[in-house]
């Protein structure tokens, strides 16, 4: 049976782990070749562990096993020149562009009047402008095939609605989703989708770290994942503490394949009822 996105090439931000990973191998599953980029290296204001070089190559692994080409890189999505030379080189390599999965991303929390400038800075540059960067470097590519495309931006649900100590998290992907609907607006008559998916808490090494645990289990010193799945359940209509990046990556192929070919303009949440607690 052919897949739903046969004989198209996919750009991936964030592909090393988590969500990036799940969309990069799902979308192979379903026919596609794969451009990877990810920084692979720490941010000072990161209280947890960023994906490694070897995250990057077994996520090339995984598409390589499936029958797939892909094309990785490590590149900044802070840094549009380097993104943008990284894409270049995967459409060279692969021959055109048709789907954008604009997901790297990065967590940390601090109330405002604590909030370190640079940890506002890195929030903002990485998760609403390494966004832009994303698909500014895209757009090109995709207008040049003439037959149009899709462009996911990872959201949030709080994007949707607000969470206190994460003022520059909300504030980011409150902005991309801004940016999606000027994107989508601008892009329709090139018949180039734009539209985010909204994930609320996933079950990714972004938040199943301690430091998170702590913000959502502050009266425990080393709170267990099993600990901080009660609280985050308790945060849901429908009975689960998260959901799973695999459940993130279903809604991004629905609205990269035929089955969303004029859904645009979308925040489609994956968030088990969060946004309506």
Not at 54 to 65: F, I, M, N, S, Y
Not at 113 to 128: G, K, R
Not at 138 to 165: F, Q
Not at 215 to 242: C, G, K, Y
Request: proline share 5%; hydrophobic share 50%; aromatic share 4%.
């Amino acid at each position: 049976m052919t897949g739903r996105v046969e004989g198209k090439v996919a750009f991936v931000t964030g592909a090393a782990r988590g969500q990036g990973r799940a969309h990069a191998v799902r979308l192979a599953a379903e026919g596609a070749d794969i451009i990877a980029v990810d920084l692979c290296a720490p941010i000072d204001s990161v209280p947890y562990a960023l994906a490694t070089e070897a995250d990057l190559k077994e996520t090339v692994r995984q598409v390589d096993g499936l029958g797939r080409r892909i094309v990785s890189s490590q590149a900044d999505v802070r840094d549009f020149s380097a993104l943008e030379a990284a894409l270049a080189h995967g459409v060279a390599e692969l021959g055109r562009l048709d789907i954008v999965v604009a997901n790297a991303g990065i967590l940390s929390a601090a109330p405002t009047e604590a909030m370190p400038e640079q940890s506002w800075q890195d929030m903002i540059d990485v998760n609403l402008t390494g966004v832009y960067h994303a698909a500014k470097a895209a757009i090109p590519h995709i207008k040049a095939g003439g037959a149009g495309g899709s462009i996911v931006l990872t959201s949030s649900a709080l994007g949707i609605r607000a969470m206190p100590n994460l003022p520059h998290y909300v504030a980011a992907k409150t902005g991309v989703v801004g940016l999606m609907r000027a994107l989508a607006l601008e892009l329709a008559a090139d018949k180039i989708r734009v539209n985010t998916v909204n994930p609320s808490i996933a079950d990714t090494l972004m938040v199943q770290n301690e430091a998170v645990y702590k913000l959502f289990v502050p009266h425990i010193e080393s709170p267990t994942r099993e600990q901080a799945a009660d609280v985050f359940a308790s945060m849901n209509p429908m009975p689960i503490p998260w959901v799973d990046a695999e459940d993130v990556a279903n809604a991004v192929m629905f609205l990269v394949s035929d089955d969303g070919r004029f859904v645009t303009g979308l925040e489609l949440k994956i968030d088990a009822g969060f946004c309506l607690a």
